[in-house]
Structure formats: C-alpha cells, structure tokens
C-alpha cells in the first residue's frame, strides 16, 4: 500500500520535476494532496475509486494497484500549478493523462469483487 505522501513525490516526478532520490517541499506536497482530495471524492462517487469506504480503511493509504491511475490523474490536474500545459499530456492516441488514469481505475475497480448479494432466478 502506497502512501500519500509517496503519491506527492510520484506526481512530481511523473511531471519529470524531481529527480527520483529528490523529495517535493511541503508546500507542494500540500498542494497535490489538496488538490488530490478534491478529486478523490470525484473518483469515488464515479466508483473510480474505493479505499476510503469499508471497515479497514486507513486514510493515508492508496492501494498499489490503484496507484499508477491515481498518478496519472493528479498529475494531469496539479500540471497547471507548476507551469505545464495539460494539452502536453496527451499519449500517442490524443488521449489525455487523465483519460488514461481513469482508464487504469477503472480497471483496478473492475477486478475487486462487489460483495454485491446475487439472487437465483429459477424458472
């Protein structure tokens, strides 16, 4: 399980900002955590996202599986507060970082069980 604030520093270097042995100040890991909360209640109402419902739930916790999707998706957000374009952040395809973090989670969401009780129809 990833932590927050590992999510500040992979953001950051995800934006090629930081070398990898480099740390972001705290003011902008204050910055992308804000910024990454207000997207995470986006995410989860959306059900791209949930690590903050359940019983076991550590708010400073993002799943491992989940965490490349969720970079990709604050990065493209928090992109405009450290002075890059976010029509930079496009793949091959024209896909944007936050087209491709969503597509990572929805995957991620798509491989947890529901715990959802199913009914038998007989006929």
């Known amino acids: ?7 500040a520093s992979q953001v950051m270097n995800e934006l090629g900002l930081l070398a990898s042995e480099q740390a972001p100040t705290a003011a902008e890991a204050s910055d992308i955590l804000t910024r990454y909360y207000q997207q995470l209640l986006m995410l989860t109402d959306e059900d791209y996202a949930d690590w903050t419902q359940g019983p076991n739930v550590s ?17 493209y957000e928090c992109a405009p507060m450290f002075g890059i374009s976010k029509s930079d952040l496009v793949d091959v395809q024209g896909r944007t970082w936050r087209e491709l973090g969503e597509i990572a989670l929805r995957r991620y969401m798509r491989k947890k069980p529901s715990y959802e009780p199913v009914y038998a129809d007989y006929f």
């Open 1 to 7: 399980m990833a932590t927050e604030t590992q999510l």
């Open 59 to 75: 708010a400073d916790v993002i799943p491992d599986a989940a965490m490349p999707g969720t970079v990709q998706i604050i990065a």
